[in-house]
């Protein structure tokens, strides 16, 4: 299987693609088709572990690596997680909660970035680079800290991630500041994701920076859903947890199935959509956004529009204007036409948004986004909690209120699955105000209180943060960003 560029370039191996990332176009990697899966693959993998399942997924793609090698990766990857690394659990008829936070840094991040490591090394071999690989990394929170849990003194590899200084919670900054690793570097910058983000790009597209680094013996990657091998890992949960739906006997042979997927940079409920195109039963895709409400606005209108304010709200991972991963969505919706993307994306960087028509919704008519108040998401949260005894966190909350709006138009009778993005320690603070009503100031009482009324444990991720020594408290000015990066790798501008 090639990869081939939403911008028009050359087709490469997926080696290639993982290893560089971006394409040298500006382009994002994507599978030149979608390998088909049926019912019968389905019964089948619902026999076999987690690991076998994904490794099973991987190969439909990485034709240009062993089975048997995916699946050791895999087996290595996941065995970081507490148990199952995606379990679901039933509500109710109609609902079940896919929670995807049980490895190593409490967000579904982690389903890809242990993976992308193993990938990432063996694309290394594969296309015999000798430079050492130079991995930056824009965070909304959680990448971050997983990208940084996952390539922790990995050999031959450095990486860089770039936080908003002032858009993540008090516990995902802690964990950034005290990761640990020879070749881990942090910086707060001023600014938001979107910030973050458009400066990393800025890094890859900058052919003299890129030379530089060159030089001095790094070539460039991306731990971020830009990067096919994030993208991939994300693939495979959505048709475990179909399989184990069909292996419990929830859902008959073909039965259509809802996801609700919490959204910001798009790749999560990306990796969704392509699932369906693979041929997973899927009805509704839900994509559930927070007041920054871009993208509930795009299935609406057709129209795409930064020109808004953005909000800092309780589900920062989600404070996204600028949803990269939209670039591969509009690849499909264009019939795969590279023209369109750059018409598109031209339209974005000129003016701020650009305008589909209604046809094009009908393309994708999978997609039915909605959106969910900082209000609403509190009250899902302590809702939640009342009637069914499960605590959510703020991202996931966004998604069940989202669920319920569209129940509210579409009550298809179908079953529908949460995914539940983050741990609800992450975000103590906020969930204990949902649930009780006040807000507890110090973070880790607020944990240690969320845990006493709800019965839940802590996870032993969120209390070591207590007792460790800060290692990185460096902030960028945003003009800086590339000057610093460089010197850190013995360059200049
Ligand atoms: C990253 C993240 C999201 C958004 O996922 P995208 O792939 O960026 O759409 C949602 N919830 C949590 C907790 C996250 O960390």
């Not at 599978?31 to 997924?57: M, V």
């Not at 965070?139 to 936080?163: C, K, P, Q, R, W």
């Not at 910086?187 to 910030?195: K, L, R, V």
């Not at 209120?401 to 129940?407: V, W």
Request: charged share 20%.
């Amino acid at each position: 299987m090639k990869f081939i560029s939403t911008r028009g370039g050359e087709a490469v191996s997926g080696a290639q693609a993982i290893l560089s990332g971006i394409a040298p176009d500006g382009g994002l990697y994507v599978p030149e088709y979608f390998p088909a899966i049926d019912s019968a693959f389905l019964r089948e993998i619902g026999n076999l572990s987690y690991p076998e399942r994904a490794a099973k997924i991987f190969s439909l793609f990485l034709d240009d690596f062993e089975i048997s090698e995916l699946e050791y990766w895999a087996e290595q990857a996941y065995a970081k997680f507490e148990g199952d690394p995606a379990p679901l659990t039933k509500i109710d008829d109609a609902t079940y909660i896919m929670e995807l936070w049980h490895g190593p840094t409490l967000a579904f991040k982690d389903l890809a970035l242990t993976m992308m490591p193993y990938l990432l090394t063996g694309a290394r071999e594969r296309c015999e680079e000798n430079k050492q690989t130079l991995i930056l990394v824009a965070t909304s929170g959680d990448t971050g800290m997983a990208a940084l849990a996952g390539f922790a003194d990995v050999a031959n590899t450095e990486i860089v991630v770039l936080y908003p200084n002032e858009g993540v919670s008090k516990l995902q900054k802690l964990q950034m500041q005290t990761a640990q690793g020879d070749n881990v570097h942090v910086f707060a910058i001023e600014g938001n994701f979107d910030d973050a983000q458009t400066a990393v790009k800025d890094i890859f597209n900058d052919k003299e920076v890129v030379e530089k680094l060159y030089e001095h013996g790094f070539s460039l990657s991306s731990a971020n859903s830009i990067n096919w091998g994030r993208l991939q890992p994300q693939i495979a949960y959505y048709i475990s947890a179909y399989a184990d739906l069909l292996y419990a006997g929830e859902v008959e042979e073909g039965e259509q199935v809802n996801f609700v997927v919490p959204t910001g940079n798009f790749g999560n409920v990306l990796a969704a959509y392509y699932a369906l195109k693979m041929g997973l039963p899927i009805a509704n895709l839900i994509v559930a956004s927070n007041k920054n409400n871009v993208l509930s606005e795009f299935f609406e209108s057709a129209e795409y529009n930064i020109n808004r304010p953005f909000y800092k709200t309780i589900s920062p991972s989600m404070d996204i204007l600028i949803s990269s991963n939209f670039e591969r969505l509009l690849f499909e919706i264009g019939g795969r036409s590279a023209e369109f993307v750059k018409e598109m994306m031209a339209d974005l960087n000129s003016q701020g948004y650009y305008c589909l028509d209604q046809a094009s919704l009908e393309k994708i008519a999978e997609f039915k986004g909605y959106y969910s108040t900082e209000e609403e998401t509190l009250d899902s949260i302590a809702n939640f909690f009342e009637i069914y005894g499960y605590l959510i966190d703020p991202h996931t909350a966004v998604g069940v209120s989202c669920l319920y709006k569209h129940m509210a138009f579409f009550d298809n009778g179908g079953k529908n699955i949460v995914v539940s993005t983050a741990s609800p320690y992450k975000f103590a603070q906020d969930v204990y105000k949902a649930i009780v009503g006040k807000w507890e100031s110090d973070t880790f009482k607020a944990v240690d209180k969320l845990s006493e009324i709800t019965a839940t444990p802590i996870p032993e991720e969120i209390s070591r943060l207590k007792h460790q020594a800060i290692l990185h408290s460096e902030e960028l000015e945003r003009q800086d960003i590339k000057k610093s990066i460089l010197e850190l790798f013995g360059s200049t501008l």
